[in-house]
């Protein structure tokens, strides 16, 4: 889900909010809102630690992480709540976040210290640029897309994350047997994740249409209200083909 930025937005690593830079649409807006004094404090020791700096060069995510693994990326992190609890629950694999708001990095910091996580990095830029240019082709064994802004007015579609140009890189970036997995609250949302995915020629899909909520995608706090009050949730997982 989006969430609110500081206040201080100039200090923060992202500060525009022009709705293209780079020669794409932007899927989020960085809006003026409050940094607590402890995720500002986790902010800034926590991103030396488990940051890593956008700069336009193919990482080595063995050398990041110590060790050769699966690696899963999460696109919108949130509060972090759900990426800390899978990167505890799945100690194997190795987890890269990438999220814009700083009180949502601060707070996904502070789980990683608190839970003494070795396994979980962040980057805090545009997750577009981050794909296209620090991620290498073929390297990914999972992307996890839960809750992005829906966006929900006709003219504002257009900023949607879940756009094929998108679809096309996150595919490049799978290894082949890789998953892409999305879900939203928003059904207009989730028949538009379906039909782009579908329209993918690099991409299965792991389901018939849409699929239950996996066991290892954890059920938020804002997630159980809503389903309580009759909203509904859709997942949506592909995966790369084989030979493709």
């Avoid at 909520?213 to 949506?236: A, C, M, N």
């Amino acid at each position: 889900m989006s969430h609110m930025s500081s206040a201080n937005d100039q200090a923060d690593p992202i500060h525009s909010v022009s709705p293209q830079r780079g020669g794409h649409i932007r899927s989020f807006v960085l809006r003026q809102g409050r940094v607590s004094d402890a995720q500002r404090r986790f902010h800034d020791q926590g991103m030396p630690r488990w940051g890593i700096p956008y700069q336009p060069v193919t990482l080595d995510l063995d050398e990041v992480f110590g060790r050769s693994a699966n690696r899963i990326l999460e696109i919108g992190c949130g509060m972090g709540e759900t990426t800390a609890v899978i990167a505890a629950a799945h100690p194997q694999n190795d987890y890269l976040g990438i999220e814009v708001h700083t009180p949502g990095v601060g707070s996904l910091l502070k789980e990683i210290a608190t839970r003494e996580l070795t396994n979980l990095r962040l980057i805090q830029h545009d997750a577009v640029e981050v794909l296209r240019d620090m991620i290498a082709p073929g390297s990914l064994s999972g992307i996890h897309v839960f809750f992005p802004d829906p966006w929900p007015k006709k003219r504002q579609q257009k900023r949607r994350l879940i756009q094929p140009e998108f679809v096309s890189l996150l595919a490049a970036r799978l290894a082949p047997g890789g998953y892409l997995h999305c879900a939203t609250d928003w059904h207009d949302y989730a028949d538009q994740m379906l039909d782009v995915l579908s329209a993918e020629a690099m991409l299965e899909n792991m389901a018939r249409d849409f699929t239950p909520r996996p066991p290892y995608r954890p059920q938020t706090k804002f997630e159980s209200r809503g389903l309580k009050l009759g909203h509904g949730v859709w997942d949506v997982m592909f995966r790369r083909r084989r030979g493709s």
